[in-house]
């Protein structure tokens, strides 16, 4: 019997429940010889700015304990190149495209999220959480006044589903999504990296060229269960849940939490086939346990 | 297609305290691989170490379907490899990355190879096409130490001439392989560059080049997670601002182009 894996994250409707993280997956075509693009839930494209941003100073990358660090600030060619090189392949290949913006103002956002309402464009990811930037980013996502307003701005932009990412690195996350809410977001996705720092004891210094980075992988699993679960029961909008995820295990432990739909970060380097894997196997574990839908999942840890 | 494919271990030899060579079966990638393109290795099917570990192909053979793999134990993935028998597992990504661009076949030209230390690695490959292509070949090779220099006898059979550095003195010229290069440029033979080393040597060598007015193709080291072109971790500084990345651009690059 076939399973039915498709969601709801308001108004827009998933295929399946598993999108690729941004910054993880490039612009899909990347990974294009790894599958198909249009069998994923969608791909959330690389952090796009209004202008084009050359990044963080080397070393951008460290591994860690079951994890890596990076601080890569950003790269990226600006949503001018974005909208006429990358977004028409995606929309050629059939792709379900959420774009992830950041930016420096709430002006910036503003105009970021009216330059994207366009055709092949599913919804946007408002990137309040990015760690490697000075400027925006993270500084949005940590105070309840900035989260509401740079929201409630964008969303008088934005006709799309709106989706705003958090920041692990607050105090009361549940808080900042119910803040995220009350300003206008139609779902939720959480977690953005956790900060972290690595030490090389040989030169003495910081390993990373920022300093300090974001830290992803399985490594934060339990940080980000905990949190989708803490924010699923504080919010009536959809919850899409990430961190660590490796495997369609992991992935069905969000989705009891109550995520609505997951997304496949740091594993994509490890394994550029892990988001197809991810689906195949939620959909063997449905018909495994004699389920006939993936919503049947969804919230479904029994207390 | 570009594709993972599970590779077997043929051999697995310590050639020195820290350096291995490993030849592994991989039919698909040994039909594809070009000199100085590089591969993702992943050690082990746990979490930790969590990255796949970037090694440039040391040498190759189609028919056999196997890449040799030279490699240095520095961290935790590569200690790891070292222990890997004929019956561990091991998955294999590529062939990626941008390899060295060849001179025409039997053409006029004369290729220098200059490799420090582990930059030896791609080296070996390079060499096997260039000679195939009827190009006279050249490498010039340092190291700290005698104990260092691995697979001079790799590049002799191809007929390759070798000349070596060694910081130390306890082979060939006493000093760094720029120094060794500085030497050679001296006979007034001018041929196409391809180096391979740590940065510091690569700073130097392009600096040379740059005086002596002589064109030089590099291949870069960086630290990389998906080395796809996603993670934008190898990033390295190209001249005017902004960044060039080690795994789609490179790892080879005109010297030109970087800002080392």
Known sequence: MAVDLSVNIGSLKLKNPVLTASGTFGYGLEFRNFGDLSALGGVVVKGTTLEPRAGNPPQRIVETAAGMLNSIGLENPGVDHFLAHYLPQLRDLGVTTVVNLAGNTVEEYCQLAARLQQPGIAALEL????????????????????????????????????????????????????????????????????????????????????????????????????????????????????????????????????????????????????????????????????????????????? | MLATESAAVVSNEQLNEHTWLMRVQVPAIAQRVKPGQFVQVRVTGTYDPFLRTPLSVHDCDPTQGTIDLLYQTVGTSTRLLSEYTKSTPLNILGPLGRGFTLPAPASNNFALLVAGG????????????????????????????????????????????????????????TGNVVDLLAGFLQSGVAGEIFACGPNPMLRALQALVREKKLSAQLSLEAYMACGLGACLGCAVPVPGGGYKHVCTDGPVFDEREVQL
């Open chain 2, 118 to 173: 582990i930059g030896i690695a791609p080296m070996l490959l390079l060499a096997r096409k260039l000679v195939a292509n009827q190009i006279s070949t050249r490498l010039l090779y340092g190291a700290r130490s005698v104990s260092e220099l691995v697979r001079i006898d790799a590049f002799e059979r191809l007929g390759v001439t070798v000349a070596c550095s060694t910081d130390d003195g306890s082979y060939g010229i």
């Open chain 1, 127 to 303: 990137n309040i959480s990015c760690p490697n930037v000075k400027a925006g980013g993270m500084a949005f996502g940590t105070s309840e006044a900035a989260v509401h307003e740079v929201v409630e701005q964008v969303r008088r932009h934005c006709q799309l589903p709106l989706i705003v990412k958090l920041s692990p690195n607050v105090t009361d996350i549940a808080r900042m999504a119910q803040v995220a809410e009350a300003a206008g977001a139609d779902a939720i996705s959480l977690i953005n990296t956790l900060l972290g720092m690595a030490v090389d004891i040989r030169t003495r210094r910081p390993v990373l060229g920022n300093m300090v980075g974001g830290l992803s992988g399985p490594a934060i699993k339990p940080v980000a269960l905990r949190m989708v679960w803490q924010v699923a029961q504080a919010v009536k909008v959809p919850v899409i849940g990430m961190g660590g995820i490796m495997s369609a295990e992991d992935a069905i432990e969000f989705l009891l939490c109550g995520a609505s739909a997951v997304q496949i970060g740091a594993a994509n380097f490890v394994e550029p086939t892990t988001a197809w894997r991810v689906i195949d196997g939620i959909a063997a574990y449905l018909a495994e346990q004699g389920m006939t839908s993936v919503q049947e999942l969804i919230g479904g840890l029994q207390i």
